[in-house]
């Protein structure tokens, strides 16, 4: 029972050193390492399963043994994600949802975002032919907004002070404006980050969004106001350490307010979150993932407690 099953209890032991040193796997090929924290929670969750399977068929003690190490970096790295860490109050509700250019459906995704009642509604993957749709649809109930090329902001409350943001793209894909709030002012941030792809001979290509994330950080980094707001997909997670420009001075709200991983993308079935609420001088207290629009992505939401 002992001798038996060395093999899995050697991937056990290489599952959890591959979780605990995963800032250790380098970028310099095929952005391997930002590829691998992309996903870093499923590393363990496929991984253990599949690994105990074989461990009870192999009626094999060292195998069952040695599982308790990668399920304790798991549980380390991503187990107080798992309880809800809402909290009552709250001035302000918000909204960010990639809504696909190809959405075959924007009229109707437009009316699914009014119905969450969120005071701001941040859009990424603005077409232009769809940008009407939700200007109509979203009219009635945000009387204030905003656009610059395919990311837009619409709100209840005065926006002022907009203007794009150059992230290094040659194209507009992010904003910032200033929303007037009974609690004060705050800087809004609407950012889509360009995307990444995995390839066969390339890999995890990533380089662009790398260098996109780091304009924005030091856009954020400049702002003069003390509450800042960002919403966006920023395709990729906050384990990512190529976001590290932006996420090394802003909360994740789903971290600090969330319950569970709130996975956004893809919507069929989603994976990682990629949409990300942040936020600089406010506080989270209710962070969710919204029901499936037409889009590829799935909506989220945040409640925020300004000046705190």
């Not at 009635?140 to 990311?151: F, H, L, N, S």
């Amino acid at each position: 029972m002992w001798r038996r099953g060395k093999v899995p209890a050697a991937l056990a032991l290489a599952v959890a050193a591959l979780m605990l040193f995963h800032a250790d796997v380098p970028n310099t090929v095929g952005n391997l390492g930002s590829l691998l924290e992309t996903f870093l929670p499923w590393v363990g969750m496929v991984a253990v399963p599949l690994l105990l399977l074989w461990a009870l068929l192999r009626r094999s003690a060292t195998a069952v043994a040695a599982l308790v190490l990668p399920v304790a970096v798991w549980g380390s790295l991503f187990g107080g994600l798992l309880s809800d860490k809402a909290v009552p109050g709250g001035d302000l509700t918000v909204v960010t949802h990639n809504v696909d250019a190809a959405n075959p459906d924007p009229a109707g995704t437009a009316k699914d975002i009014v119905a969450s009642g969120a005071g701001m509604v941040a859009l990424e993957e603005l077409s232009p032919k769809a940008l009407p749709v939700y200007e109509q649809g979203m009219a009635a109930a945000y009387p204030y907004r905003a656009v610059e090329g395919t990311v837009a902001l619409w709100s209840k409350y005065p926006l002022s002070g907009t203007r794009p943001v150059d992230i290094r793209l040659g194209w507009t894909r992010a904003l910032r404006t200033t929303a007037s709030t009974p609690e004060g002012d705050i800087a809004v941030y609407v950012a889509h980050m360009p995307s990444v792809r995995v390839h066969l001979q390339g890999g995890f290509t990533a380089d662009q969004r790398d260098t996109s994330a780091a304009a924005l950080g030091d856009a954020i980094a400049a702002e003069p106001l003390k509450d800042v707001l960002l919403l966006g997909d920023l395709n990729g997670t906050m384990n990512d350490r190529s976001l590290s420009p932006i996420t090394a001075q802003m909360r994740s709200a789903q971290g600090a307010a969330g319950d569970g991983f709130g996975f956004s993308w893809p919507a069929s079935f989603p994976m990682a979150r990629i949409d990300q609420i942040m936020v600089k001088g406010m506080t989270p207290t209710r962070s969710w993932v919204l029901p499936r629009t037409g889009s590829d992505h799935l909506p989220v939401a945040a409640t925020l407690k300004l000046g705190s």
